[in-house]
């Protein structure tokens, strides 16, 4: 067949948009082009059903070595003592952990979705809030930090089977180790879900929750840079055989090969010294944009940030809502999303803040000048939201100031 010009020219128009756009959103990277190659390779004809060595289709030997040098680079690359590599993603991963761990009703205690947790941490729409009974924890309304006390309070209050700790908007360090006191203290089990961390954690930027929690789920496309999916990994041996089925045949048929082979990829670049200097300029980029933001008269949600993000309240500055915010900068190529704050007067559609990253400027080669740069810009704009001129403005000192970082 002739190429599919209908798909291939909507792919260009994507990678146009990508490269004039300032990629702002905290979930989101560039991964690498043998990552790219991998993904795109003849392994997506593979049927793998099964681990290395145990599979239920013939011609598995050569996949099989793919497989097997992924988890052990990924063990390698967190400490881990067993890793599973074939979820298709992050909420894959958390499924196969809850239904390793828990029966139908037990009980989920984790971070609201509002105020910086994951739809599959137990929010009612989603399988986990329907599945299990999701009960949540709050921060601190002072400090917008995770108060433990209060967290242990609740527990013993809900009595839950599985706590969860690690989030989507949550910009301080987590203490992995009182969660572990915590969970001990009420007998539960101990679940991180470190999606947005893993590549800090990688490189010792992000204390490892390894030691600590029973289990730990990832992505492997945020902070970690590889292609899209899931990880999952554990010190425990018989909850890593009880992963391993919830994975399959529990949650997934046939793995993605072409994926792991890309997440194999992806693993042994994060041990490279470059990746360390790489996640400390993401630490570095994140601090600049507080400090900007700070300036400019912004409220920043819990203060500062630890990580990769930091969540600003642009309701308070600017009387309008996140969603809003989101439209105005998407419009002059600055792609972020709108975010709820803790204890939100918006609407959880609206919210009143926006959520900003700095992974994806940070492999684009962006450093901290950019930051203070890309801030004032942010500030321009929501300022004059209205004013169309101004918005022109900004457009072309956008796209001039994006041509001189390309993206290959
Ligand atoms: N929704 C993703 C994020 O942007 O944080 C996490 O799955």
């Known amino acids: 067949m002739n190429k599919d010009h209908v798909i291939f020219n909507i ?20 991964t690498s082009d043998a990552v790219m190659e991998a993904q795109g390779s003849i392994l997506t004809n593979k049927y793998a059903e099964g681990y290395p060595g145990n599979r239920y289709y013939g011609g598995c030997e050569v996949v099989d070595k793919i497989e097997e040098e992924a988890i052990e680079r990924l063990k390698t690359l967190f400490q881990a003592s067993f890793a599973n590599v074939q979820p298709h993603s992050g909420s894959q991963a958390n499924a196969a952990v809850f239904q390793a761990l828990l029966k139908p009703g037990d009980k989920i205690l984790s971070l609201s979705l509002n105020e910086g947790g994951h739809l599959t941490h137990g929010y009612p729409l989603n399988f986990s809030g329907k599945v299990y009974q999701g009960f949540h924890y709050s921060l601190d309304p002072k400090t917008e930090t995770l108060d433990y006390e209060d967290i242990l309070k609740i527990a013993k209050i809900v009595r839950p089977q599985l706590i969860i700790t690690g989030y989507s908007s949550y910009s301080r360090t987590i203490d992995f180790k009182k969660f572990r006191e915590i969970a001990d203290e009420v007998g539960s089990y101990l679940h991180a879900d470190i999606a947005h961390i893993s590549g800090l954690v990688a490189t010792n930027l992000h204390p490892s929750p390894l030691p600590y929690a029973h289990v730990v789920t990832s992505t492997t496309h945020k902070t970690l ?7 999952i990994m554990t010190n425990i041996e018989e909850i890593a055989k009880k992963v391993d089925k919830a994975v399959f045949p529990g949650m997934q048929g046939g793995p993605l090969m072409h994926v792991i082979a890309g997440k194999a990829i992806a693993f042994l670049e994060a041990q490279q010294p470059a990746f360390k200097d790489y996640q ?27 990580n990769h993000l930091l969540v600003i309240d642009v309701f308070q500055k600017h009387q309008i809502t996140g969603l809003d915010a989101q439209k105005t900068l998407d419009s002059i190529y600055i792609t972020t999303n709108k975010n709820t704050i803790p204890f939100d ?26 930051m203070e740069q890309i801030s004032s810009w942010i500030d321009e704009a929501l300022k004059n939201h209205k004013n169309d001129v101004v918005l022109e403005k900004l457009r072309k000192e956008i796209s001039l100031f994006t041509s001189q970082f390309p993206l290959k």
């Open 225 to 231: 840079r590889g292609p899209r999916g899931g990880i």
């Open 345 to 370: 007067t918006q609407k959880p559609k609206y919210g009143s803040g926006i959520r900003i990253g700095s992974p994806a400027v940070t492999t684009r080669g962006m450093i901290e000048k950019d």
């Open 11 to 30: 792919i260009q128009e994507e990678f146009e948009r990508q490269k004039k756009h300032i990629e702002l959103i905290a979930s989101e990277n560039y």
């Open 280 to 306: 400390q300029q993401v630490l570095n980029n994140a601090k600049a944009f507080v400090q900007a933001f700070k300036k400019l008269g912004y409220r920043v949600i819990s203060g500062d940030t630890d």
